[in-house]
């Protein structure tokens, strides 16, 4: 049996209702093809959303319901100190900090001051204490629980107690 707080990050990431607008497309410019979102991310200050594929990221404006003008941009170009070609995942832990995900490394980025925090890019075991790689979604629930997944599978990290929950994975 699952907790509620499993439930509820389950919740998050496959809600039941239907949006009361539209769902934004957004195509290639050379095609009308559909973008797959690898990863994406709230920045924490309730106005955006970062998506990120390949070796690009968008901002999405969450009020206006649509991208901001000029995107999509590189994220090496953009996010100084990130020399990935690819993100694999992304989770907003406190107001201003992006946790991005990339084989077995991790980077803590402050978006208000664009910078890697000092100290990262880290292994997995490094910043968790456990060897895990090449993850496909991650996302923080609950203030302080990072939820981490691999194909079936999925951990629950206490980011204040710096632990994997009892029974994870």
């Given amino acids: 049996r699952l907790s509620n707080g499993d439930i509820n990050a389950i919740n ?3 809600p039941s209702r239907k949006p009361t607008q539209p769902i ?3 195509t290639r410019p050379t095609g009308n093809k559909n973008i797959e979102v690898i990863a994406a991310v709230n920045r ?9 594929k390949d070796n690009t990221y968008t901002r999405y404006n969450i009020s206006a319901f649509k991208p901001d003008l000029n995107y999509p941009k590189e994220v090496s170009n953009n996010w100084p100190g990130v020399n990935w ?6 989770a907003a832990w406190e ?6 995900f990339k084989g077995n490394k991790v980077v803590k980025y402050d978006v208000e001051n664009l910078l890697v925090l000092p100290g990262y890019p880290r292994t997995f075991r490094e910043e968790f204490g456990f060897h895990w790689s ?8 609950e203030g302080s629980k990072l939820y981490l997944f691999k194909g079936t599978k999925y951990i629950r990290y206490d980011l ?3 632990s994997v929950d009892q029974g994870y994975p």
């Fill in 134 to 141: 090449n993850i496909s979604a991650a996302c923080v629930r």
């Fill in 160 to 162: 204040y107690s710096q």
């Fill in 85 to 90: 070609s690819d993100i694999d995942a992304a």
């Fill in 12 to 14: 998050t990431l496959y």
């Fill in 24 to 26: 934004p497309t957004t």
């Fill in 95 to 100: 107001p201003n900090i992006v946790m991005l």
């Fill in 44 to 52: 924490g200050d309730g106005k955006n959303y970062f998506f990120f």
